[in-house]
Structures are given as structure tokens and as C-alpha cells.
């Protein structure tokens, strides 16, 4: 799994079994070298990009993945036949689920199974967004599903946040009858990640420190909350074409001091997920968040987010065998488990696609 914040490959080694919850056994993570960083950023932002460049991006990508996934086996003392397959999410350089100016739905994954499988001489499972798109879907979040199969046995009301390059949220009803509801609830690392690197240089703000130095700007924020997006219904999903530095910087009035805007766009983050929850139809006293992501170890995000959901218990996925950061990869291990039994992958009361359908292609070793 990559997604949307560049930051690096993570390869989780999972086990799935019929009447259990998946179990993640092992963990790599391998960073994201500076210059495949830059090329992809760019990739995801050029107006105009040429073949030969998305040849070498995503080259460069399918060999990362490649190495991550056989240190991770030789980590393991697994050979590749061990393993039923390796399921890879791809890239996403673009996601325009709604159309782009009036034309066709589409989600863009950089990805090339056909050379991972070449390189590690494992079955690949890949391209799991678009099959929910065919179906009339915004092929993501992906991730409630697995939510669902990891902590969908628990008592009580539940929320699965991730705080990725973007934030999704997932809630999965007391009631098994009612049916899971999942959508982005609006950008989280991206902008934070964009704002830090201009102005303090570096891939993060760590721990959100930059953020908690400066103070939130209310005339900002309520600009930023402006944006559509918060007020469309769900399902809905987004990404780097709708929230990105350029964005920003339009909404910006010119004397605002960056560690303000920088504490502005923590702030956002956590309005807008409370804001997400708040609409959710049921009674959030007590409610269980678990929370995931990346953005699960600034500490700066999660002093907001506390203060903007009193009500809620937050709970680490640790507890469930599963730290933070290996949910999003555990979710595409399951995905391709799901494929490769022919079983559905999206959820249509999250997507919005018409119907279950199995997700995704299977390339042989
Ligand atoms: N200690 C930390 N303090 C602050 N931010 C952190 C810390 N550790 C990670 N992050 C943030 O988390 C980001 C990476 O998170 P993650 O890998 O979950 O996002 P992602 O790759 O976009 O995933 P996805 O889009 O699939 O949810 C980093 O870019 C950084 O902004
Ligand atoms: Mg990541």
C-alpha cells in the first residue's frame, strides 16, 4: 500500500481465515526515495505529463514495492509460493469519481502487477477501484469493508478514522441490520505535509509541533470550510485534485504567519471530521473511535480532535493486534483474499455502487 501522502511503501504479511478476524503477522516499511517522491508529486499535479514519464514513475514504483515485498518474505523466512498472493493498491496519481469538466468518471492508479509479479514470483491481485466505479461507485473509501471483517465483531456504535493524505471515516452500526456507512471527510496529512515542507522544509510536521506553536486563524477557516465539498452527502470521496497547496494559497488574505495557517489546517482536519460524525444517526455518547493513519501519531491533530469529540472514547487498533499505521495495507491483503475467492470487495451503501462486486484482476506468478 501507498497512498495519497507519498511517504512510502508499507507491505503487511496477513492472515486471513473464514471464522477469524485477518491477523497481521509481519511489517515493512520502505520509504519513499526523494526523487520518486518528487516524481510522482508531479505526476499528480502537472498539467500535462508525457508516457514516458509515467513509464518511469511507475517502474520506479512497481520495483519499491517489489523490494518491500521480499524483504518483508525473507523477514518472514517465507518463500514466495507461501504466500497466496500479494494485493497492491497502485499509486493514485488522479481521482475524479464525478468526471473531470463533464466527462467520464475516473480513478488513475499508478501500478503494474504484470512486473511485480515478474519480480517476486508471487500472484498479484490489482486495479481494485475500478470495477466499483463500472458499477456507478466512487471506488473508495475501500477501506470500511475490511473494517467491517477486522472490528465489526465489537459491541456497541463504532468509528474506524484514518488519518491518511486524506481522512475517511467509517461507522459501523450497533445494529447489524443498519447498514456500514463510510466517506473522506476532507483533507488531513496532505495540506499539513504541503504547508510544512514550503515553509520549515522536510517530508512532516512531526508530532504537529509547528502546528501546536501557532494559533488558529477563525476568517481562514471558515474560508476553507466554505469549499463544497464539506456539504455534499455522502458517498463521496476526494484527493490531491481538489485539495492541494495551490488551493490554499487561494484562500489565504497574505498576512497570515505560517505557523497560524499551518495550526489552521490541523484544525480543519479535526472540524471537518467532527462535522462528518456529528451527521452520522445515532446517539455518539460513548462511541468508540479507533483511530488509524499517520496522522494517529501527530499529537497536535489529536489534542483538536479530542476537544471537538468529548463524547467519544478513543481507542488505539493496537489493542486489536493491529497498530496504526498497517490497517490501509492490511485492507488491500484482504481485498485481494476477497478476490481470489470470489467474494465482493466495495460496499454499495459506502460507495454508492450499484450493487457487491468482486474487485480487482488476478496475474498469475
Ligand atoms: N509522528 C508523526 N507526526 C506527525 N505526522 C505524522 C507522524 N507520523 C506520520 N505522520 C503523517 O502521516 C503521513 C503518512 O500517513 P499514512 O501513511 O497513513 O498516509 P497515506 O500514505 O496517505 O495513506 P492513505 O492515503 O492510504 O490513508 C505522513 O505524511 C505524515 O504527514
Ligand atoms: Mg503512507
Not at 518483508?72 to 497492491?88: H, R
Not at 481494485?128 to 465489526?152: K, N, S, V, Y
Not at 486489536?320 to 465482493?344: K, M, N, S, T, V
Request: a negative charge.
Amino acid at each position: 500500500m501507498s497512498g495519497t501522502s507519498l511517504d512510502g511503501i508499507d507491505a503487511a504479511l496477513v492472515a486471513i481465515g473464514r471464522d477469524t478476524p485477518p491477523q497481521l503477522l509481519g511489517t515493512l516499511a520502505a520509504e519513499m526515495p526523494d526523487t520518486l517522491h518528487q516524481q510522482l508529486l508531479h505526476l499528480c499535479h502537472a498539467q500535462e505529463v508525457s508516457f514516458a514519464e509515467l513509464a518511469a514513475a511507475e517502474d520506479a514504483f512497481c520495483r519499491l514495492q517489489a523490494e518491500a515485498v521480499k524483504a518483508l518474505l525473507t523477514a518472514q523466512q517465507l518463500s514466495p509460493e507461501q504466500i497466496q498472493a500479494v494485493g497492491s493498491h497502485g499509486q493514485t496519481v488522479e481521482h475524479a469519481p464525478d468526471g473531470h469538466n463533464g466527462g467520464p468518471a475516473y480513478t488513475l492508479q499508478l501500478d503494474n502487477p504484470s512486473l511485480l509479479a515478474e519480480l517476486t514470483g508471487c500472484t498479484v491481485v490489482a486495479d481494485f477501484r475500478r470495477r466499483d466505479l463500472a458499477a456507478g461507485g466512487q471506488a473508495a473509501p475501500l477501506a470500511p469493508a475490511f473494517h467491517q471483517a477486522l472490528f465489526g465483531r465489537q459491541e456497541g456504535e463504532q468509528l474506524i478514522l484514518n488519518l491518511g493524505g486524506f481522512a475517511n471515516l467509517t461507522w459501523l452500526p450497533s445494529n447489524s441490520k443498519t447498514p456500514v456507512t463510510g466517506f473522506d471527510t476532507g483533507p488531513a496529512n496532505v495540506l499539513l505535509d504541503a504547508w510544512f515542507s514550503k515553509h520549515q522544509g522536510g517530508r512532516f510536521d512531526q508530532n504537529g509541533a509547528w502546528a501546536a506553536s501557532g494559533n488558529v486563524d477563525p476568517e481562514l477557516l471558515e474560508r476553507l470550510l466554505d469549499a463544497p465539498f464539506f456539504q455534499q452527502p455522502p458517498p463521496r470521496s476526494t484527493g490531491r485534485e481538489l485539495f492541494h497547496l495551490p488551493w490554499l494559497e487561494r484562500h489565504l488574505a497574505g498576512h497570515e504567519a505560517p505557523d497560524d495557517v499551518q495550526a489552521t489546517l490541523a484544525e480543519l482536519t479535526a472540524v471537518s471530521v467532527a462535522q462528518g460524525i456529528q451527521q452520522l444517526p445515532f446517539s455518539h455518547q460513548g462511541v468508540t473511535l479507533i483511530t488509524c493513519g499517520g496522522g494517529a501519531h501527530n499529537a497536535d491533530l489529536m489534542a483538536r480532535l479530542a476537544a471537538h469529540l468529548p463524547f467519544a472514547t478513543f481507542a488505539s487498533p493496537s489493542s486489536y493486534g493491529w497498530p496504526e499505521d498497517w490497517i490501509e495495507a492490511g485492507a488491500f491483503a484482504w481485498l485481494a483474499h476477497q478476490r481470489l475467492h470470489q467474494l465482493p470487495g466495495n460496499l454499495p451503501s459506502v460507495t454508492g455502487a450499484r450493487g457487491p462486486r468482486v474487485l480487482g484482476g488476478v496475474y498469475a506468478p
